[in-house]
Every structure is written in C-alpha cells, then in structure tokens.
C-alpha cells in the first residue's frame, strides 16, 4: 500500500518557521521525483516545490521568493520542506505528491500519489 504521511505543521506567527516532513512508503521514492503542493481555504491546490531524484535539482514557485527549501533523504524514503519568514497568505493544507515519469512537475492534476498533508497556520 502506498503511503505519503507528512508531519510538521502548526501554528506559527508571521516571520515564523516550520519543518514539513513527509515519510513514504509503499514504492521507492529515491526513483521518484516530488513535489510539495498547498492548497488555502477556498482555493485550489497550488504547487509550491519540485526536486529530483537525487535531490541534486530544486525548483520553487515565485512566491516562495526564497524563504523555502526542499530536500529529501533517499535513505529514510522522506521529503522535507522548511519554510522560514511565514506570511499569513502561506496559511494551507500542506502536502506531498509523487511526480509520475514525464509529467510536468507543476501539473498538481497530474500527479499519482499524494498524502492528506499537514495544516500551516500563520497568524499573529
């Protein structure tokens, strides 16, 4: 059985910082690439973050303008998101996704697995 269970979420006040994780299990995420997608009350779900395989590639949305940072640790089969400098608009279900082979990684309706997320908050 497939399985992304992220993990890390609360609630912060503004210029806080969190650490989002996300375990996998069920298929070898180290062939895989992934992303971090959110998705704010009343919207739909916004990409946020892409990495490579090997974790050698990153790319961000613009909003991310340089307070986020993804990694991953192909040992623990885990995806990481810090977030520092939080906004209240980066309030959202926070979750990961499995790019399928060949697909834009900015496609949120194309991805294959994805976990229930974790919940960010940020409010003073």
């Known amino acids: 059985e497939v399985q992304l269970v992220e993990s890390g979420g609360g609630i912060v006040q503004p210029g806080g910082t969190l650490r989002l994780s996300c375990v996998v299990s069920?298929?070898?995420?180290?062939?895989?690439?992934m992303v971090w997608v959110r998705q704010a009350p009343g919207k739909g779900p916004e990409w946020v973050s892409w990495?490579?395989?090997?974790?050698?590639?990153?790319d961000y949305a613009a909003f991310t303008q340089g307070r986020f940072m993804i990694s991953r640790d192909n040992a623990k089969n885990t995806l990481y998101l810090q977030m520092w400098g939080l906004k209240p608009e980066d309030t959202a279900l926070y979750y990961c996704?499995?790019?399928?082979?060949?697909?834009?990684?900015?496609?949120?309706?194309?991805?294959?697995?994805r976990g229930k997320g974790t919940q960010v908050t940020v409010s003073s």
């Open positions: 996704a499995r790019v399928p082979p060949g697909r834009r990684y900015t496609a949120v309706d194309e991805y294959d697995y």
């Open positions: 069920g298929f070898d995420a180290s062939k895989s690439a």
């Open positions: 990495i490579s395989l090997g974790g050698g590639r990153q």
